[in-house]
C-alpha cells in the first residue's frame, strides 16, 4: 500500500476502527420500551439532539464505531445496527 497506494482507504477505516477513531453519525428512533438503550447512549455522551413524542424519542448521535457495535449486539441494539456500515475485512 505504502509503494502504490492501493488499499489505503481500507487501511486507515481498519487502523481508524481498532483505534476508536471511526465514529458514525445519525438518527435514531427509539421506542418508548428503548429506555435502557436511551440511557445507555446518554451515559456513553453521545447524544448531540433529541425529541420526544407520543411514539418514542428520535435522537440525533455521533457514537464511536466500537461502542456501536456493542450497543448493536445487545438485545435491544436493533436501533444502533440500522447505523453500522456494512462489514468491514478483517485483517
Avoid at 446518554?42 to 464505531?65: C, K, N, S, T, Y
Amino acid at each position: 500500500s505504502a509503494r502504490d497506494g492501493r488499499g489505503l482507504d481500507v487501511l486507515q477505516t481498519v487502523l481508524g476502527k481498532r483505534l476508536g477513531l471511526q465514529h458514525v453519525t445519525g438518527e435514531l428512533r427509539l421506542p418508548p420500551s428503548a429506555g435502557r438503550l436511551r440511557a445507555r447512549l446518554h451515559q456513553l455522551e453521545v447524544v448531540r439532539e433529541e425529541g420526544a413524542d407520543e411514539d418514542g424519542w428520535l435522537l440525533q448521535v455521533d457514537i464511536p464505531i466500537a461502542e456501536a457495535e456493542k450497543l448493536a449486539a445487545s438485545e435491544d441494539g436493533a436501533p444502533v445496527r440500522a447505523l453500522l456500515p456494512e462489514k468491514l475485512p478483517e485483517w
